[in-house]
């Protein structure tokens, strides 16, 4: 069963890698870490998309799949261990998804709507160091242009390197891989990220 506690854990987990992400401006290759800020704030906005993050955790290994379709919904799909969790918020109302049904919580505040990703994201891109733009690149036959940065925030014990890949055409991220350390156990994870505009998420229960 995925409790709340569970659920707004592995939401943690995939804002997080969401977060180091970038798109390059006019100015990027004078001042990288402009292009990367300028990059977070442009993921935030871009509604609706998808990602799917493979995350590697000591022996352990997760994936997920996030749809966000703002201003106030998204669906979280956890699996592990050969075990599917799914949880969908829409405004303040949470449905998890139990072995025989759909149950339907209300939370304090809109993960989306009332800013708690977006504080998160700010926290983690502050952390950002050693900005290096390594230059155009292909990912899988489409053309891209990659970023590399060091991250370190002590907060959540977490530190790497991270890469991004940008799509060449919309300058919005396609691809980011973190490797690292995450409460002192070594922490992977490669999160691949598409903008579909087909994306509906809808209340799961009347």
Known sequence: ????????????????????SGAPTAASAQNPRAAVLAAFESEIAASPKRSATTTRLGDAEVE???EVVLPDRFRLTVRHDGVAETAVVIGRTMYVREPTAWRRLLIYREPLN?????????????????IVPVGADALDGRAT???EFLIDVAGLQLAGKTSVWLDAAT???????????WH????????RIEYNGSIQIDAPIP
């Open 1 to 20: 069963m995925m409790t709340l506690r569970r659920a707004r854990r592995s939401l943690c987990f995939a804002a997080v890698v969401s977060a180091l």
């Open 64 to 66: 997920q799949e996030l």
């Open 114 to 130: 009332d800013g708690v990703l977006p504080m998160l994201k700010k926290a983690l891109v502050d952390q950002i160091t050693d």
């Open 145 to 147: 242009l990659r970023y």
């Open 171 to 181: 300058k919005l991220p396609v691809q980011i891989v973190f490797n690292g350390s």
């Open 184 to 191: 002192g156990l070594a922490y992977h994870s490669i999160q």
